[in-house]
């Protein structure tokens, strides 16, 4: 019954759910990777992943209210940590960058790389274990949450590659557009073009006008 009447009811939302997920994942990359602030991108990550699942779960449950919404953050929090979700986003994003990064060796351009790739691949998995407990044919026990860890992790690892090859490419463009800001307007025109790139990243997230940090 779940094959034959549910599936094909979910695809088109399940497309969606992919969308959203997949632009979170790069903003959250964009935004930690420009920062240069410790403290800022742990909130970043975390206030965005809170908006995601409470993005999925409206998408599939409608209006799950408060109390709804915290439930499937609380159990995404706890399949996160059981899964040791950092360490394995860790080790991927150590695979993933021989690849990637031939033309930033050396770079200024690496640590913010490093950083805002390793948060995209985080933000992707809370994401995707969001969507998968959302559509649940059955109850969320723990064997249903390690089965589902298991799944969600093979999947965002066959996708991670091409996702961080183009948060890279488009984060060296974006920050190439700044330099060259810099060198036409001269040195008076540094934090103007910082300010251009922060807004640029704000607007990702729909705050366009908000102060760019000092």
């Given at each position: 019954?779940?094959s034959?009447?549910?599936?094909?009811r979910?695809?088109e939302?399940?497309?969606?759910?992919?969308?959203?997920?997949?632009?979170?994942?790069?903003?959250?990359g964009f935004?930690?990777a420009?920062s240069?602030?410790?403290?800022?991108?742990?909130?970043?990550?975390f206030?965005?992943?809170?908006?995601?699942v409470?993005r999925?779960?409206?998408?599939?449950?409608g209006?799950?209210?408060?109390r709804?919404?915290?439930?499937?953050?609380k159990?995404v929090?706890l399949?996160?940590?059981?899964?040791r979700?950092?360490?394995?986003?860790t080790?991927?994003?150590?695979?993933?960058?021989?690849?990637?990064l031939?033309?930033f060796?050396?770079?200024?351009?690496l640590?913010?790389i490093v950083n805002?790739?390793?948060?995209?691949?985080?933000?992707?998995?809370?994401?995707?274990?969001a969507?998968?407990?959302?559509?649940?044919?059955?109850?969320?026990?723990?064997?249903?949450r390690e089965k589902?860890?298991?799944?969600?992790?093979?999947?965002?690892a066959?996708?991670a590659?091409?996702?961080?090859?183009e948060?890279?490419?488009?984060?060296?463009?974006?920050?190439?557009?700044?330099?060259?800001?810099?060198?036409?307007?001269?040195?008076?025109?540094?934090?103007?073009a910082?300010?251009?790139?922060?807004?640029?990243?704000a607007?990702w997230?729909?705050?366009?006008?908000?102060?760019?940090?000092?």
């Amino acid at each position: 019954f779940e094959s034959r009447e549910l599936e094909p009811r979910f695809r088109e939302t399940d497309a969606e759910a992919d969308r959203i997920i997949r632009e979170e994942s790069l903003n959250v990359g964009f935004a930690t990777a420009v920062s240069g602030n410790g403290a800022l991108d742990a909130f970043v990550v975390f206030w965005r992943s809170v908006v995601l699942v409470s993005r999925i779960a409206t998408l599939y449950y409608g209006r799950p209210g408060l109390r709804g919404t915290l439930l499937i953050v609380k159990d995404v929090a706890l399949a996160i940590a059981a899964a040791r979700v950092a360490q394995t986003a860790t080790d991927w994003l150590g695979k993933l960058l021989p690849s990637v990064l031939p033309a930033f060796a050396g770079s200024v351009l690496l640590p913010p790389i490093v950083n805002g790739g390793f948060n995209l691949i985080m933000t992707m998995k809370v994401g995707h274990l969001a969507k998968r407990r959302c559509r649940s044919f059955e109850a969320w026990t723990e064997s249903e949450r390690e089965k589902s860890v298991v799944e969600v992790l093979a999947f965002v690892a066959s996708q991670a590659l091409m996702l961080v090859t183009e948060f890279v490419a488009r984060l060296g463009g974006l920050v190439t557009k700044g330099v060259v800001a810099v060198a036409g307007a001269g040195v008076h025109a540094v934090g103007n073009a910082a300010r251009s790139i922060w807004e640029t990243v704000a607007g990702w997230f729909g705050a366009r006008g908000s102060p760019a940090p000092a």
